[in-house]
């Protein structure tokens, strides 16, 4: 059975920066793109970013600019560089795995907690 492990969440100021990571294990089928989710209380989840297998990435207008994602095929890691975080990121991220087939995997999510 596929696994997706997220890290690096945790509490930071405003202004600040954190580095998240996932990675997806125990997956036989090529995969198609990786994301970001987020959800905070009382909110739906939306994307913040994802990366196509070839590369090609894709950020909503709020996190323009701030949030970078990256991505290393061989090991099916994810990274979510996030800068100048703003209190109304604070949320659960989730890594999400899309493979070819359009099957999609989620992991436990990560706490990010954005308070001075």
């Known amino acids: 059975q596929v696994q997706v492990a997220e890290s690096g969440g945790g509490s930071v100021q405003p202004g600040g920066s954190l580095r998240l990571s996932c990675t997806a294990s125990?997956?036989?089928?090529?995969?198609?793109?990786m994301g970001w989710y987020r959800q905070a209380p009382g909110k739906q989840r939306e994307l913040v970013a994802s990366?196509?297998?070839?590369?090609?990435?894709n950020y909503p207008d709020a996190v323009k600019g701030r949030l970078t994602i990256s991505r290393e095929n061989m090991n099916n890691t994810v990274w979510l560089q996030m800068n100048a975080l703003e209190r109304e990121d604070t949320a659960v991220y989730y890594c999400n795995v899309r493979t070819i087939f359009g099957s999609s995997v989620w992991g436990q999510g990560t706490q990010v907690t954005v308070s001075s």
């Open positions: 125990r997956i036989r089928i090529n995969i198609a793109a």
């Open positions: 990366i196509s297998s070839s590369g090609i990435t």
